[in-house]
């Protein structure tokens, strides 16, 4: 049986050559072959058995998959592949299709060879997730290691782990666990007045006015919160700085893949907001950004215009070194810099293809100003 070391020392050897090798890989041929393959590997499945890794898998046949994972027969994982670099967005639906298609299949993986979005039906039953599970960044992995959420996920996919029946509940954990830390998150910005009359009640302070709640006891609130969760942070860190007294990357990079907002996501989103009012060609774009948002995902957000499906701008992935992946629809595509500016030219082109397609006024907007 694979332990959590070994599974941890041998995705950390299939990241680095994955990065090492991806910019070969040219075509989705050679991603299947040479990254996606090795990762299914990885997870104990025997790729050279056409009776458990069958490539360009059908249910219908007008509906194929990349490569299905055989139990019986019967495809349990379905896992679809674009070329190294390709921005996945617009491969989901096929996949969805795929997935709601073969009732068997509990499993849905989207990869581009070092990105790998997991998928489950934890929502409807036979009917894949809008929102992975988990995300797994070979790159980042590469530079910063393997965090313990990602490893604790990714053993429930193994071979001789995976059980068809059990897989939706344990990517439930993990969506749960997410979404806490998203409202936990929320709460500590700014606590609401709702969790702020909870939290008195819990030390004995009972009923207290509104203005007083909102002028006194919200900043106190806050400030707890603050403590609570930035203190541990800090003294972690020292507990594993380096020998020069530095924080370790893999540390900072564990504990920025446990918070779901971390602070340089929300200043990209504000940075984005602020550039695109630079940037906007007329008083239409420069409208529109009011309506850019984003929303969280394990390990990156996604930034979009009004809608996340149809005006999504770019997922973001922070990096451990100063190197963040910014990942634009195609052709664009993913742009890794430690400067921000650079991604200007691809940030103004597809928002202003968004506003166009989606119009200058948001849904947003078009309610707020009918009512």
Same mark, same amino acid.
């Given at each position: 049986?694979?332990?959590?070391?070994?599974?941890?020392?041998?995705?950390?050897?299939?990241?680095?050559?994955?990065?090492?090798?991806?910019?070969?890989?040219?075509?989705?041929?050679?991603?299947?072959?040479?990254?996606?393959?090795?990762?299914?590997?990885?997870?104990?499945?025997?790729?050279?058995?056409?009776?458990?890794?069958?490539?360009?898998?059908?249910?219908?046949?007008?509906?194929?998959?990349?490569?299905?994972?055989?139990?019986?027969?019967?495809?349990?994982?379905?896992?679809?592949?674009?070329?190294?670099?390709?921005?996945?967005?617009?491969?989901?639906?096929?996949?969805?299709?795929?997935?709601?298609?073969?009732? &068997?299949?509990?499993?849905?993986?989207?990869?581009?060879?070092?990105?790998?979005?997991?998928?489950?039906?934890?929502?409807?039953?036979?009917?894949?997730?809008?929102?992975?599970?988990?995300?797994?960044?070979? &790159?980042?992995?590469?530079?910063?290691?393997?965090?313990?959420?990602?490893?604790?996920?990714?053993?429930?996919?193994?071979?001789?782990?995976?059980?068809?029946?059990?897989?939706?509940?344990?990517?439930?954990?993990?969506?749960?666990?997410?979404?806490?830390?998203?409202?936990?998150?929320?709460?500590?910005?700014? @606590?609401?007045? &709702?969790?702020?009359?909870?939290?008195?009640?819990?030390?004995?302070?009972?009923?207290?006015?509104?203005?007083?709640?909102?002028?006194?006891?919200?900043?106190?609130?806050?400030?707890?919160?603050?403590?609570?969760?930035?203190?541990?942070?800090?003294?972690?860190?020292?507990?594993?700085?380096?020998?020069?007294?530095? @924080?370790? @990357?893999?540390?900072?990079?564990?504990?920025?893949?446990?918070?779901?907002?971390?602070?340089?996501?929300?200043?990209?989103?504000?940075?984005?907001?602020?550039?695109?009012?630079?940037?906007?060609?007329?008083?239409?774009?420069?409208?529109?950004?009011?309506?850019?948002?984003?929303?969280?995902?394990?390990?990156?957000?996604?930034?979009?215009?009004?809608?996340?499906?149809?005006?999504?701008?770019?997922?973001?992935?922070?990096?451990?070194?100063?190197?963040?992946?910014?990942?634009? @629809?195609?052709?664009?595509?993913?742009?890794?810099?430690?400067?921000?500016?650079?991604?200007?030219?691809?940030?103004?082109?597809?928002?202003?293809?968004?506003?166009?397609?989606?119009?200058?006024?948001?849904?947003?907007?078009?309610?707020?100003?009918?009512?």
């Amino acid at each position: 049986m694979t332990t959590s070391n070994e599974l941890r020392a041998g995705l950390l050897a299939v990241a680095k050559r994955s990065v090492s090798i991806m910019t070969a890989c040219s075509n989705e041929e050679s991603t299947k072959l040479y990254l996606v393959l090795p990762f299914l590997g990885l997870l104990g499945y025997d790729y050279a058995n056409p009776y458990e890794v069958y490539p360009n898998h059908a249910v219908a046949p007008d509906c194929r998959i990349g490569f299905a994972i055989l139990r019986d027969g019967l495809p349990v994982i379905a896992i679809e592949a674009r070329k190294a670099g390709a921005d996945l967005f617009d491969a989901r639906a096929n996949l969805t299709r795929y997935f709601n298609e073969a009732a &068997e299949v509990k499993l849905a993986i989207l990869t581009n060879g070092t990105l790998f979005e997991m998928y489950v039906d934890s929502t409807s039953p036979s009917t894949m997730d809008a929102e992975p599970f988990l995300t797994v960044d070979l &790159e980042t992995i590469a530079r910063a290691g393997v965090t313990d959420e990602i490893l604790e996920a990714l053993i429930a996919a193994t071979k001789e782990n995976y059980d068809p029946d059990t897989i939706a509940e344990a990517a439930h954990i993990q969506l749960v666990k997410k979404r806490l830390r998203s409202v936990f998150v929320e709460e500590a910005k700014g @606590p609401t007045e &709702e969790f702020c009359r909870f939290a008195l009640a819990r030390i004995g302070v009972a009923a207290p006015r509104k203005d007083i709640l909102a002028r006194h006891y919200a900043p106190l609130i806050k400030n707890a919160f603050e403590e609570s969760l930035v203190v541990p942070v800090v003294e972690r860190l020292r507990a594993q700085s380096s020998g020069d007294g530095r @924080p370790n @990357p893999m540390a900072l990079h564990q504990i920025s893949q446990r918070i779901a907002t971390t602070e340089n996501q929300l200043k990209i989103v504000s940075y984005v907001r602020r550039r695109l009012a630079y940037l906007a060609a007329d008083e239409t774009a420069f409208d529109a950004i009011e309506a850019v948002r984003f929303s969280d995902y394990v390990g990156r957000i996604c930034v979009y215009y009004d809608r996340e499906r149809k005006g999504r701008l770019f997922d973001y992935i922070e990096g451990a070194d100063g190197y963040d992946k910014y990942i634009f @629809p195609d052709p664009i595509g993913e742009i890794v810099t430690n400067n921000v500016l650079e991604i200007d030219t691809a940030l103004k082109t597809v928002f202003a293809a968004r506003v166009r397609e989606l119009g200058g006024q948001s849904q947003h907007q078009k309610t707020a100003r009918s009512a």
